[in-house]
């Protein structure tokens, strides 16, 4: 079994920063995709950002520039800094690791609002 263990959610103002991370264990496999998702009541679930194993990273486009993913393959945790927050990016961040061919987990989840 995989397991993935989000921290660091919390409530901040508008224009603060929080820094989430996320620490896997279990059969990870050394070549794997880790990321965050977040959903928010009433809206559809969406990939928020992505890291692979060689450190390459993607952003959806809502949080570019504000948003760093990175990861620590010898420690097999996965974190994300959030900055310049905004009421809009309030939602529950899900931490995600897939492996080709084998499949994706998620984590409990951690919630994050912004008030405006």
């Known amino acids: 079994q995989v397991q993935l263990v989000e921290s660091g959610g919390g409530l901040v103002q508008a224009g603060g920063s929080l820094r989430l991370s996320c620490a896997a264990s279990g059969n990870i496999f050394s070549f794997n995709v880790m990321g965050w998702y977040r959903q928010a009541p009433g809206k559809q679930r969406e990939l928020v950002a992505t890291v692979s194993s060689g450190g390459r990273t993607n952003y959806v486009d809502s949080v570019k520039g504000r948003f760093t993913i990175s990861r620590d393959n010898t420690k097999n945790t996965v974190d994300l800094q959030m900055n310049s927050l905004k009421p809009e990016d309030t939602a529950v961040y899900y931490c995600?690791?897939?492996?080709?061919?084998?499949?994706?987990?998620w984590g409990q989840g951690t919630q994050v609002t912004v008030s405006s």
């Open positions: 995600s690791l897939h492996v080709s061919g084998l499949g994706g987990y």
